[in-house]
Structure formats: structure tokens, C-alpha cells
């Protein structure tokens, strides 16, 4: 029942960190590299680099928010909502 979860080639979810500004400060970002596949994807769709993206999208979420919990697990539901636009839309995934 399992396989095609178990069956994964560990190279997908393997963690990469990325460093980049957030709101002039300095950070970095630890995701799984099919995140990192899919966030690329959207960035490239909206017309604008990766860490543009992910400082627009947090200063979003600051101005909405007020602060930016758990920021990773937020840019990991953002891609599984793109997934599921993508999937409702008949355009399979939306990695590029």
C-alpha cells in the first residue's frame, strides 16, 4: 500500500538550506527539495526570483498576521496549495 511513499528516492526529500533577507534581515530556510522545487516553480510563475517571492510572501503575512509563525511550515502549505490549484485545474504539478 505503501511503496509509492516508502519507494521515494531520498534525493526529494532530502533538507536543503538556503540563506537570504527577509525584511533586511538576514535568515535561512531549511526545506525538503521538492518544496524548494515547487516555491521555485511559483516564484517563476509570479514573474520574479525565488527569495523576492518569499520576502514578499512574509511581509504579507507580517502585515495580515502581525508575525510570521512557523514561516517554513507556511511556504510548505503554500506549495500544497498550489498543488491542489494546479491538480483542480487539470495542469498536474506545478514544479516546474
Known amino acids: 500500500m505503501c511503496q509509492i ?3 521515494q528516492d531520498p534525493e526529494d526529500y532530502r533538507p536543503i538550506t538556503r540563506r537570504l533577507r527577509l ?5 535561512s530556510i531549511r526545506l525538503e527539495r521538492n518544496f524548494w522545487t515547487i ?5 517563476q510563475r509570479e ?3 525565488t ?11 507580517l502585515e495580515l498576521r502581525g508575525e510570521a509563525a512557523n514561516f517554513t511550515s507556511l511556504l ?3 506549495c ?3 498543488q491542489e490549484q494546479f ?7 506545478a514544479a516546474e
Not at 516555491?39 to 516564484?43: K, T
Not at 527569495?51 to 503575512?61: D, M, N, Q, R, T
Not at 491538480?87 to 504539478?93: F, K, L, M, N, P
Open 76 to 78: 510548505r502549505c503554500a
Open 47 to 49: 514573474g520574479m526570483t
Open 80 to 82: 500544497l496549495i498550489r
Open 51 to 61: 527569495p523576492a517571492f518569499i520576502s514578499k510572501l512574509h511581509s504579507e503575512v
Open 23 to 27: 525584511n533586511g534581515q538576514s535568515t
Open 5 to 7: 511513499f516508502a519507494g
Open 39 to 43: 516555491v521555485d516553480g511559483i516564484a
Open 87 to 93: 491538480t483542480a485545474a487539470g495542469d498536474g504539478i
